[in-house]
């Protein structure tokens, strides 16, 4: 019984000895390296841990907070499940974060489109209204095209014609207005 309780104190100790080593390691910190904050300290033989346990019920606890997590055979599948799972959570997070950024953009980007479509609108109703001006001009009321034309019937010498549908229409806009 005595060598027993020996051997127990030996082996909790042993356990306690490891964690601290471990924790000393700072694993979580090394340069370059995505790590979690805690080290698997695994125990295959799930019976050593609970006699070490019943000498030390705290054992766990203290060693969790040395960032240390004891894991046996029992439990160490559902601890690397749990690891992994925290893990694809944290990748859906950053890319979540990424696509909002992403999508900001976007919609910046987009916006600034409809700005820029919004103004080349304008500058083309400004441009079809100077045209539109323009050609009131050749050919409405008392219109450039009659007029010049006139100059020539009345001897001003040109080497080139006014086409026909430009007189055409000067007289057809003419027309038009005197009937109003």
Known sequence: EVQKSIWVKEHVNSIKKHVDQLSA???HS????ESPDFV???IPLEPAF??????EPQLYNVAFEKNIVIVTPSTLLATLRTIDSIWQNDRQHKNA???AKQAGRL???FRNLLEDLEKIGKQ???VQSTYSSS????TGKGNLITRVERLKTLGAKASKQIDQKWLKRASEDQLEEEEE
Do not use: G
């Open 107 to 109: 919609y910046d980007q």
């Open 124 to 126: 083309l109703n400004t």
């Open 40 to 42: 698997l300290l695994f």
């Open 25 to 27: 390691k700072n694993y």
């Open 97 to 99: 974060v990424d696509i």
């Open 30 to 33: 090394l340069y370059e390296m």
């Open 135 to 138: 050609i009131t001009k050749l």
């Open 50 to 55: 609970a006699v070490a346990l019943q000498q």
